[in-house]
């Protein structure tokens, strides 16, 4: 009798104790981050989300300075892959976000959403969903990785390694 594939909907959590610590989570899981690949991330204003991707860019080899596309909604940079960074917290309509083209821009590359979680629908089922969470101390963050989708779950023991800091 076979085991029943398991494919957990959390793969697991991370603390965070600084910035620098939140950045070389972002690194370590650029290392196995593919084309087409989208993460979405959720949390509040100051959670880190802008530091975690800044440690993707760092894993994926990006040399420019990531800065938050707040205002520009959107904004590339040239590493391993190609990464397309994203944040639609100013945006206000779902139309908004459609216009950018994302699916395209997303192809060759990989996607990092900030505030995704926000407009997961409108964008394709399979993707990494990293929630942060705020401590009651200034500097602990909590990672959450909730992983959907076939190509995940063929990662999932490379995702535990990350995970598992090993
Ligand atoms: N463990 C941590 N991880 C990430 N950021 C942290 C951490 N501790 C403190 N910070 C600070 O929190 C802020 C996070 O900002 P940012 O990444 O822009 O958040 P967001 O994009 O979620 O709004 C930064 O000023 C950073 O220095
Ligand atoms: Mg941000």
Do not use: C, N
């Not at 398991?6 to 070389?24: F, I, K, N, Q, Y």
């Not at 309509?93 to 192809?107: F, I, M, N, S």
């Not at 989708?149 to 990662?155: A, D, E, L, N, V």
């Amino acid at each position: 009798m076979t085991e029943p594939e398991r494919r957990p909907t959390v793969a697991g959590t991370l603390m965070a104790h600084a910035p620098e610590e939140t950045r070389v989570i972002g690194s370590r899981l650029a290392t196995l981050l593919e084309p087409g690949d989208i993460v979405l991330l959720a949390g509040p204003l100051g959670a880190g989300k802008t530091e975690l991707v800044k440690g993707v860019a760092e894993g994926l080899g990006v040399d420019e300075v990531v800065v938050s596309p707040t205002f520009t909604l959107a904004r590339e940079y040239e590493g391993r892959l190609r990464l397309v960074h994203v944040d639609v917290y100013r945006l206000d309509t779902a139309q908004e976000l459609l216009d950018l083209g994302l699916e395209d821009l997303a192809d060759d590359g990989v996607m990092v959403v900030e505030w995704g979680d926000a407009v997961a629908g409108l964008l394709p089922p399979e993707h990494l969903e990293i929630a942060i969470d705020l401590a009651d101390d200034e500097s602990t963050r909590t990672l959450t990785f909730t992983p959907s989708g076939p190509s995940w779950g063929s990662r999932s023991a490379a995702l535990g390694a990350v995970l598992g800091g090993g």
